[in-house]
């Protein structure tokens, strides 16, 4: 006697469209358009994560970047944040030595872009874009930095100097030391910059000493201290504007 065969309980499943692209191709796909984004409205149109996934590209050509831009956000606060943070804090969120230099290669380009929008030129009517540029160079540093610009007769900046870096809370200022380079620079006038990390522009107590021993070191050679500038993360506080100059 012929049995009959007992029926099958295995599912075929279809099989997949023949021109269904790969991950690598939906990844490509996703970078293209991204920066066909960038290119037809600006940098106004993408969100932070997409930004800085367009600066992730670079490093990391075959892996979907997305997920490390938003958990970057997350990690340092925002895209000035992430680009402008320590190496060494970098690392630790677990990004490699190629990621870190094309972020600091961004870092670098946007302090340079800043910077010459103000070098060599008069600064006093462009006071935004003085201001716009220490922001660039000094609003999301982790320890305190005393810069120095310095004028000639005409208030056109002539050089701009990183004089001394701190802890958190603190830098050492030579009040001796700023007036002498200013006569080595023959300048007529300088401002001072510096940062507070807490985020909190206004001046403590120390800062209007300092401030008031600077100006005196530099009135016995003529030269004029015209504003003490404190960046905080997005505010800034000047020292004439709150009549302490």
């Known amino acids: ?53 367009l600066v992730l590209f670079r ?19 925002d895209f000035n944040r992430v680009i402008s943070a320590r190496p060494a804090a970098l690392a630790k969120s677990g990004l490699s030595e190629t990621v870190i230099r094309e972020l ?14 103000v070098m060599h030129r008069e600064v006093l009517s462009g006071w935004g874009a003085l201001i716009t540029y220490c922001k660039t160079a000094m609003a999301h540093r982790e320890t305190e930095q005393f810069r120095i610009l310095f004028l000639d007769r005409k ?16 830098v050492p200022v030579y009040p001796r030391e700023v007036a002498r380079r200013a006569l080595e620079l023959n300048a007529s006038a300088i401002i001072l910059v510096h940062n507070h990390p807490s985020g909190n522009p206004q001046p403590s107590q120390a800062d209007i000493d ?29 020292f004439r504007t709150l009549g302490l100059l």
Do not use: C, W
């Open 1 to 53: 006697m012929t049995r009959s065969p007992r029926p099958s309980n295995a599912v075929s499943m279809p099989a997949p469209p023949a021109n269904r692209p790969s991950d690598e191709e939906l990844r490509q796909g996703h970078r293209e358009r991204l920066r066909e984004r960038f290119m037809r409205a600006g940098s106004a149109a993408l969100q932070d994560y997409e930004l800085l996934e």
């Open 104 to 117: 600091k290669i961004v870092e670098a380009a946007a302090h340079a872009l800043a910077r010459a929008k």
């Open 210 to 238: 300092m401030t008031r021993m600077v100006q005196a070191a530099l009135k016995t050679l003529g030269v004029t201290l015209h504003d003490h500038v404190i960046i905080g993360k997005e505010d800034d506080a000047s």
């Open 155 to 170: 208030n056109v900046l002539i050089a701009d100097e990183k004089q001394q870096e701190g802890t958190v809370d603190h």
């Open 59 to 77: 490093a990391i050509p075959r892996r979907d970047v997305k997920p490390l831009a938003k958990r970057l956000l997350l990690d340092f606060g």
